[in-house]
């Protein structure tokens, strides 16, 4: 590490060909930015932001988000941070929702179902992340979208947010607004979506399972279950594809973004960002400065 660290500090990930690429981090809390930063990582491209509210015994305040969305885009000055909404559901309980046992959680009442059903929730866990905009480079995204409604039902509370914080004198920056593209449906109607916001960031860990139909954390299933499936592959390329026709950028922040057999084909597919283990920021980033976009 400490090799490679030397050689590719500070340089950007250019490939052969002279495409650059930006190459982020997924982190879980505000302890996981020094690891980004000693990889010399580019930026965060996924904080997991439910890590905040597991292992509590009450909804974290707007005030206790605020502080630590501020301390992540302090510590990472000016590099983008992108802070993922609420992604909770039957498999990652917080008691105090009071969400019912479901039988089939990885479908059910979850992320952004939850937070379109308790505004509330949302509107609290938005206002954090605004307020922390005037602080740093913040952008936000929203998981398991599956329909053009939704979005345009986030983007009205968005505004709804953004007003009330003006009009209380509370100082907000520019944040970019971007989807997951993480069920099959999203990536379907990708062309739509794509008119609604900035940029999509494909959770290829979801996309494979729902693509798939098989469950991600079910190891009886590890014999079949093939994450450089086609159908996999061809929906990301059309997400791609959808998303640079109306000028979204798009990124992968799914498992698959680290797997360094498939770097070459995504460059070539025109990803324009890879988020990825903190721990794998440098090898990703080598492999980029190995390879071709074919543009
Ligand atoms: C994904 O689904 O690929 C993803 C990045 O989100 P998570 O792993 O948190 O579901
Ligand atoms: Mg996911």
Redesign the pocket.
């Known amino acids: 590490v400490r090799r490679l660290l030397q050689e590719l500090k500070g340089k950007e990930n250019i490939t052969l060909d002279g495409k650059k690429i930006s190459v982020y981090a ?1 982190i879980g809390s505000l302890a996981d930015v020094g690891t980004v930063l000693s990889n010399d990582g580019g930026g965060i491209g ?1 904080f ?1 932001s439910e890590f905040i509210y597991l292992g509590k015994s009450s909804l974290p305040t707007e005030e206790e988000q605020f502080q630590i969305y501020k301390s992540v885009a302090e510590m990472m000055a000016g590099k983008k941070v992108i802070i993922r909404t609420l ?1 909770i559901g039957a498999d990652k309980q917080a008691d105090y929702l009071g969400l019912e046992k479901e039988d089939n959680p990885a479908m059910g009442f979850r992320a952004i179902r939850i937070c379109l059903s308790r505004p509330e929730i949302f509107r609290t866990q938005l206002r954090a992340v605004y307020r922390a905009s005037a602080f740093g480079n913040i952008s936000v995204m929203y ?1 398991m979208i599956t329909s053009v409604e939704e979005v345009k039902k986030i983007l009205r509370i968005v505004e709804n947010v953004k007003n009330e914080l003006t009009e209380s004198g509370i100082p907000w920056g520019e944040v970019e607004q971007g989807i ?1 593209i ?1 069920t099959p449906a999203a990536a379907l109607i990708s062309d739509l979506l794509a008119k609604e916001v900035d940029f999509f960031s ?6 494979t399972q729902y693509t798939l139909a098989m469950d991600r954390q079910n190891s009886k299933l590890d014999e079949f279950y093939n994450p450089h499936h086609e159908a996999v592959l061809r929906l990301i390329e059309q997400v791609v594809r959808n998303g640079h026709r109306e000028g979204c950028w798009v990124g992968i ?3 698959l973004g680290a797997d360094l057999e498939l770097t070459e084909r995504f460059l070539r597919m025109g990803i324009d960002e890879l988020s990825v283990a903190p721990g794998m920021i440098l090898a990703v980033r080598k492999q980029i400065r190995n390879s071709t976009a074919g543009i």
């Open positions: 997924n996924l997991r992604d998981p997951m993480e494909i959770g290829t860990n979801d996309l922040c799914g498992e």
